[in-house]
């Protein structure tokens, strides 16, 4: 069964950091291209950043460029968005995503509330 397990979400202030995690099962991790999206409580979903098996490639939104860094530990079966001067507008629940044979696997999220 593929799993996907997100986590490091919590309250933070405007300007604060956070990084979240993700951990794939069920699945060849090391081998599938990942994702990060988020949904915002009062928009659709947007994605923020892709990255390739190896983690030798990856892709931003306008929004996360200079701000968020997207990584991967294909050891740990894990990937990482590191989120710097978080603002307001990032509250949103975050997904790590994944396709392959022919099916989108989504985790269940893990809600990031930037507030002062």
């Known amino acids: 069964e593929v799993q996907l397990v997100e986590s490091g979400g919590g309250w933070v202030q405007p300007g604060g950091s956070l990084k979240l995690s993700c951990v794939g099962s069920g699945f060849t991790f090391s081998n599938t291209a990942m994702k990060w999206v988020r949904h915002p409580p009062e928009w659709g979903v947007e994605w923020i950043s892709s990255i390739n098996s190896r983690g030798q490639a990856t892709t931003y939104a306008d929004f996360a460029k200079d701000r968020f860094t997207i990584s991967r530990d294909n050891a740990q079966n894990t990937i990482y968005l590191e989120m710097n001067s978080l603002k307001p507008e990032d509250t949103a629940v975050y997904y790590c995503?994944?396709?392959?044979?022919?099916?989108?696997?989504w985790g269940k999220g893990t809600l990031v509330t930037v507030s002062s």
């Open positions: 995503k994944t396709f392959f044979a022919g099916t989108n696997y």
